[in-house]
């Protein structure tokens, strides 16, 4: 029977989250079940909590790891991170989460802890990410976990600080797309394709203020782990999130994790989570189909994800594109990346291939990749092939099926888990110019390493790239073994036996693990305010401030780009402080320095902000669409406002970026691309300053004040905590009743979710895990 007030899965998550709702209507708190936490983007959050003397108000929603800064060498003579990390800066990041989750009470799993992994690894692995809840980490990536229909998105520090204090965030409602992908996949074609596919039809902006839905059939007929790849990449087609509709493929994966529900309350919870699906007749903003037979092994040659094109095409020749900003991103990326326009692509030869990242590095990749390397070793051109699990449990399954000798022996290098290659915050890093098949998300200029070249494909593609020693079409390769039982292809029966054994250590400990609620609650705080506290001081919940904006008449810097992603705003070697202040010189930093040949020094280039009086600027205009698109790093705004930049007017801007720059009291202003070619950008040009007027919505003439844009869009709340210099933390905890009314509510309601990551027993003493490795000591 159809629905009489038919919801979308977004609506419905999201209804079943909200806390309050604001007087304006547009902006809704909303409850948080899961938090995720890494090192890179935790530190000035939990900074910002001692500060204020606030506490983590659910440390039981929240679980931390390291990921983004660990070398992924041998751990065998692990002792201490102290000793273990070489790079200064990645230390420290590394060793102040390791005291703040002491100080704040929160779930680890340090580098000596088996569990340990690329948070939108271990979230899924351990049960903590389940159907219908809400999850955020400050990582763009945390899209992954919409594969379970979860509503799953990347925040940045302020709003994993204001999540950490008061379990909420504030959210408006997105706009609902989906993505239906209609009929079956062909032979060989997998959700990375299929994902490079999608980006590659909708645009890197293309679902731009929008959650995505993936449906059909051919996405009901994925894995979970083949579904979180394409959520994982949802952020890369510039979506707030990505979900997928729970189903019986969802159940039977999260059953028996070591944090889902048990007995009754998976009974409960699967009841619940069987209502969660888009209605028939639910009203969709956007809704594209795609033929799923349409899609071929797809691979990107630019810097864009979007840049994704069929292995069997050729490079793009930009002779052929009229739109001159189109035309001049082509001819730029063909030139960082050392391509030739009309070079087919599997003529292209690689130096080196990643196998990882959070897209790509659970164990039906590595199954994957093995099965293509299984016999054969890689190409003499190719200097090196980084396999990297998502997990030290995916690493341990991959050992007991032999994937680690295939790959060995097939001149590949065997790590241990984490980010590694996919963004180099460690040291493995791509050198200048090094072309790189890379199973990871995103192609930006200088994301592997300074000048690196990235070309995102499947595990499998990326596998044969490097035994051929240049692109391959997979439907092409010549496997060892046709046989697919010789590369131990398991049955679902046989899998559930190899991870039962990878999890041995942890039954045991989940063994006496109550199953009543009652008894689940046993060591969950009744209220917050028994939550260990890193400073018992005053709990200040006055409303604080950030700098306010009003009206700004300021040196206007034009910026002629589309895409200008996080990366390169902020590049990742400036990630690594602890701090929000000293990011100047990192701004734009590739583009703003080069190194002299001789001296080997910085120099500056003539990129527009080195450019007379526009090193002054406060506003930047941007012509090209999806400015700040791409990763979570606050370091964003921040970098922009040491700078001195208050205001950022584009077409359009990354979500993330848009919300971190409004909690740092930078003003982003949309407007269309036409006004600003028309209207702004001939002012600007002319050497005149632009006056932006928050409170009137306006932007003058900074000379004449003639109004060149009238009534620009911006939310009501967002607009009364910019002009008023408004902390929303303060804010939210003056809410505080209805966050209790919201709990008391949830723990009834939906039991199921209580006791998260506290379920995780702490190890006994020193025991050896079955990997070897010693489990965490608590
Ligand atoms: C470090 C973090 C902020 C970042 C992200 O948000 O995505 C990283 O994971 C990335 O992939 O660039
Ligand atoms: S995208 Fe890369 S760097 Fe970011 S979380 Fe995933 S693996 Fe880590």
Not at 55 to 75: G, K
Not at 341 to 350: E, F, R, S, Y
Not at 459 to 472: N, Q, Y
Not at 484 to 502: G, N, P, R, S, W
Request: charged residues 25%.
């Amino acid at each position: 029977m159809a629905a009489s007030n038919p919801k979308t899965l977004y609506d419905k998550v999201f209804e079943d989250h909200i806390v309050h709702k604001d007087d304006s209507g547009s902006s809704y708190l909303l409850y948080i079940d899961r938090h995720l936490v890494h090192e890179v983007t935790s530190p000035q959050a939990f900074e910002g909590l001692k500060n204020a003397g606030r506490t983590v108000r659910r440390s039981d929603c929240t679980l931390a790891t390291v990921d983004h800064n660990i070398p992924t060498i041998t751990r065998k003579n692990f002792k201490n991170v102290s000793t273990f990390i070489d790079q200064d800066d990645s230390r420290l990041q590394v060793e102040t989460l390791e005291q703040n989750v002491k100080d704040f009470g929160v779930t680890y799993f340090g580098m000596d802890d088996g569990r340990q992994g690329i948070v939108h690894v271990i979230g899924p692995e351990q049960g903590f990410t389940l159907p219908g809840t809400t999850v955020v980490c400050g990582d763009s990536h945390t899209s992954t976990h919409g594969a379970f229909g979860a509503l799953a998105f990347g925040i940045g520090t302020s709003e994993v600080e204001h999540v950490l204090a008061t379990q909420t965030i504030i959210q408006a409602k997105s706009k609902n797309m989906r993505i239906t992908i209609d009929g079956d996949l062909s032979e060989g074609i997998t959700s990375k394709d299929l994902v490079l596919h999608v980006i590659g039809v909708i645009g890197t902006a293309g679902g731009t203020g929008c959650v995505i839905e993936f449906a059909g059939k051919a996405i009901e007929n994925l894995s979970m782990e083949a579904r979180m790849s394409i959520c994982n990449m949802s952020i890369e087609g510039g979506a707030r999130a990505g979900m997928i509709k729970p189903d019986q493929t969802t159940f039977d994966y999260v059953k028996g994790r070591p944090l889902a529900p048990k007995g009754v309350e998976w009974e409960k919870a699967v009841k619940y989570w069987k209502t969660l699906h888009s209605d028939e007749g639910a009203y969709f903003d956007y809704d594209i189909k795609i033929a799923a037979s349409d899609i071929v092994p797809t691979i990107t040659w630019g810097n864009s994800p979007q840049d994704a094109l069929p292995i069997t095409a050729a490079v793009p020749d930009p002779s052929t594109v009229t739109d001159p900003i189109k035309k001049d991103g082509m001819e730029r990326a063909l030139k960082y990346q050392g391509l030739t326009p009309n070079t087919k692509l599997v003529d292209i030869k690689i130096d080196k291939a990643f196998i990882g990242s959070c897209t790509n590095s659970r164990i039906e990749d590595l199954r994957a990749a093995a099965k293509v390397a299984k016999g054969h070793k890689k190409a003499d051109n190719v200097k090196l092939v980084l396999v990297v699990p998502g997990s030290g449990l995916i690493k341990a399954q991959a050992e007991k099926e032999g994937l680690d000798k295939i790959f060995e022996a097939a001149g590949f290098s065997w790590r241990e888990a984490g980010c590694s290659m996919c963004l180099g915050m460690n040291p493995d890093i791509l050198d200048p110019e090094e072309r790189c098949a890379s199973t990871s998300n995103r192609n930006f200029e200088g994301r592997q390493g300074a000048r690196s070249r990235s070309h995102l494909m499947s595990p499998a593609m990326a596998a044969a790239a490097a035994i051929k020693g240049h692109f391959t079409d997979i439907r092409e390769f010549d496997y060892i073994n046709h046989d697919e039982a010789a590369i131990q292809i398991h049955t679902e029966e046989e899998d559930k036996a190899l991870q039962d054994a990878v999890y041995e250590h942890e039954k045991e400990i989940i063994e006496d693990t109550p199953t009543t609620e009652a008894e689940r609650l046993y060591d969950i705080p009744k209220s917050s305010s028994t939550e260990p506290a890193a400073k018992k001081a005053k709990i200040d919940d006055t409303v604080g401030g950030m700098d306010k904006f009003t009206v700004l008449t300021g040196i206007t810097a034009p910026l002629e780009k589309a895409n200008v992603d996080t990366d390169a705003i902020i590049p990742k070697q400036f990630l690594k402080t602890i701090k929000r202040t000293g990011l100047k010189t990192g701004l734009f930093y590739e583009a703003r320095f080069t190194k002299d040949p001789e001296t080997g020094k910085d120099v500056e280039t003539d990129f527009v902000l080195n450019v007379g009086d526009y090193r002054k600027a406060e506003i930047l205009l941007v012509t090209g669409d999806n400015f700040g698109c791409g990763s979570s790093r606050e370091h964003a705004p921040w970098a922009l406002k040491d700078f001195g930049i208050k205001c950022m007017i584009a077409p359009s801007f990354g979500d993330i970026f848009y919300n971190n720059s409004c909690k740092n009291g930078l003003l982003p202003i949309r407007i269309p691309q036409e006004v600003i070619k028309e209207k702004l950008y001939p002012v600007v040009k002319a050497g005149f300053q632009l006056t932006v007027d928050l409170p009137k919505q306006e932007i003058r003439h900074g000379e004449t004040d003639e109004v060149l844009v009238e009534n620009f869009d911006i939310e009501e709340f967002r607009k009364h905590c910019l002009v008023n210099g408004l902390d929303d933390i303060g804010l939210t905890l003056q809410k505080e009743d209805f966050i209790k009314k919201f709990e008391e509510v949830r723990r009834d309601k939906y039991s199921f979710l209580e006791g998260g990551s506290k379920l995780i027993k702490p190890a006994k003493g020193t025991k050896k895990s079955v990997y070897g490795l010693k489990t965490q000591e608590w």
